[in-house]
């Protein structure tokens, strides 16, 4: 789920992406929220994306324990809407002209709404993490023994004994 959780946020990134690399519009973009939002998209969702999903996979060769998959469904979901509703807002913001780095809004500048957005969003990533940090836990202590080759991946990685041996 992970891993199809990164394409739709590393597009976004993308997108915006082109979007900054046209001079016009990055006349409109630079040095606001915009590109702090098109940053997290494109580096931390494409990162944390990718690294969750090589956990999941992964942890049953390294630790030869299976992940508890509905706490792992809940991480997910939470952690993609948490994502989401952190930073997507953020492009209106940039957009509304709204500059980074400042430690509170501008005279003119009505955003408290998409910060409460954003902030409630930060809330829900937390939350998620509290939940992997808990399965980890929860298969550490209780969690099921991993197969040889839990995912039917029938590659060599796979084909060795779980946990590997010495």
Known sequence: MFALGFIPTFVIGGVTGVMVSVPPADYQFHDTYFVVAHFHYTLIGSVIFGSFAAAYYWWPKIFGRLLNERLGKWHFWLFLIG???????????????????YFTYLEGYNLAAINLVSTIGSWIIA??????ITNVIYTSVRGPKAKADPWDGRTLEWAVPTPIPF
Not at 90 to 99: E, K, Q, R, S, W
Not at 127 to 132: G, Y
């Open 83 to 101: 994502f989401h509703m952190t930073f997507f807002v953020l492009h209106f913001a940039g957009l509304m002209g709204m500059p980074r780095r």
């Open 127 to 132: 939350a998620s993490v509290l939940i992997f």
